[in-house]
């Protein structure tokens, strides 16, 4: 790695790590302008820092005198193998978006199913964030399993340092501190992403999920949902709405959108009628529809529009057998302003004249 990327790197980090990624913070820190950070920043063709840059910086900052010439994290890049489970979308698209990672070594297809193969050089951190924040919110993916190289037992030609393999005895005591030390560092870095406020995601595998609806039914004042209604989904949603507002307090006020295809049969409309006036009947509760193609802004994923806004505090959104929660202010309002619009749309449909 070059000196160039080397400082870059190191600013990156420090932006991330010690500034929440906050750019006008750093460049008042820096006493630069934010314009001239983010030529610095830049993914594509950035400014090189040089020398005396790098020294300012590092006065600026406070940290030791040529501190921006040593790799950050530099000791804990290791390389992942991560095979990807596709099902049915666009495998080919997929792989062409993992290009733009600088990460990501090398992505092929597999013939037979979808699997589809990855090699990952990077810190732990990057590798977490491009899985479970790009990888596994990609439509088509069902799920990842990664492999993790050891770091005493590898070799690359491309990586003199690993021409030789070090004499390690493997032991099942070895085995288990290794398994104990790795989820040590996921337990870190899942506080780490907590502590900064970074969304999560929940999948309904892991040893103590978070229970989605645990989260609606201490909810203080409201509940706002879009979901889609389809003859698969009709049954099932009609009966987790109505266990959902059963358990929910009696002060909570429920606004629900409910997506529908204009091609709905007759028989499927009339389920529709007949729940929406169910839903009505109680005063905490507003019922509108929309149809799918009239649907204006983000749609969350390919597969569908699910998403939950809970005392405009918390949003959630599905994906197949996980959720991802949200809370940040910046996103609450976003995710607020999308349904708004969308409701609005239904509750005032355009005529035709």
Same mark, same amino acid.
């Given at each position: ?6 400082? /870059? ?76 489970? @596709?099902?049915?979308?666009?495998? /080919? ?6 290009? /733009? ?52 037992? /590898? ?86 709405? @109505? ?108 005529? @035709?004249?």
């Amino acid at each position: 790695m070059d000196i160039e990327k080397i400082r /870059r790197r190191y600013l990156i980090n420090v932006l991330e790590e010690e500034f929440d990624g906050n750019r006008p913070d750093l460049a008042k820190k820096l006493n630069i302008a934010p314009a001239t950070l983010n030529k610095y920043l830049s993914k594509g063709k950035y400014r090189s820092i040089s020398d005396r840059t790098a020294r300012h910086f590092e006065k600026k900052l406070g940290i030791p005198q040529n501190s921006f010439d040593h790799a950050y994290h530099l000791a804990n890049i290791n390389t992942y193998y991560v095979r990807v489970t @596709f099902s049915g979308g666009h495998p /080919r698209e997929f792989l062409y978006s993992l290009y /733009r990672h600088e990460i990501v070594k090398e992505a092929s297809a597999q013939y037979g199913e979808y699997d589809i193969f990855i090699k990952i050089v990077a810190t732990e951190e990057e590798y977490h964030n491009l899985t479970f924040n790009n990888i596994r919110q990609f439509p088509g993916v069902i799920k990842t399993t990664t492999s993790k190289a050891l770091s005493t037992a /590898r070799w690359q030609r491309s990586q003199p340092e690993h021409y030789k393999l070090t004499k390690e005895t493997i032991t099942s005591n070895t085995v288990l501190q290794n398994y104990i030390e790795s989820k040590r560092q996921e337990l870190y870095e899942e506080l780490q992403t907590l502590d900064k406020g970074n969304e999560i995601v929940v999948h309904r595998d892991e040893i103590n999920p978070l229970d989605f609806y645990e989260l609606l039914e201490n909810a203080k004042s409201s509940i706002k949902m879009t979901l889609f209604y389809n003859h698969r989904t009709q049954k099932r949603l009609e009966e987790e709405i @109505f266990n959902s507002i059963a358990k929910t307090k009696l002060n909570v006020k429920y606004k629900i959108l409910l997506l529908t295809n204009h091609r709905m049969s007759p028989e499927l409309l009339k389920k529709l009628t007949n729940f929406k006036n169910q839903l009505n009947k109680d005063d905490r509760i507003k019922v509108l529809t929309i149809e799918e193609r009239d649907w204006k802004g983000n749609k969350l994923e390919r597969g569908g529009i699910t998403l939950t806004i809970i005392d405009d505090l918390i949003t959630s959104v599905l994906n197949r057998n996980s959720f991802t929660l949200g809370y940040k202010k910046e996103g609450i309002y976003r995710y607020n302003k999308l349904f708004k619009r969308n409701w609005d749309i239904a509750k005032y449909p355009p005529r @035709f004249y």
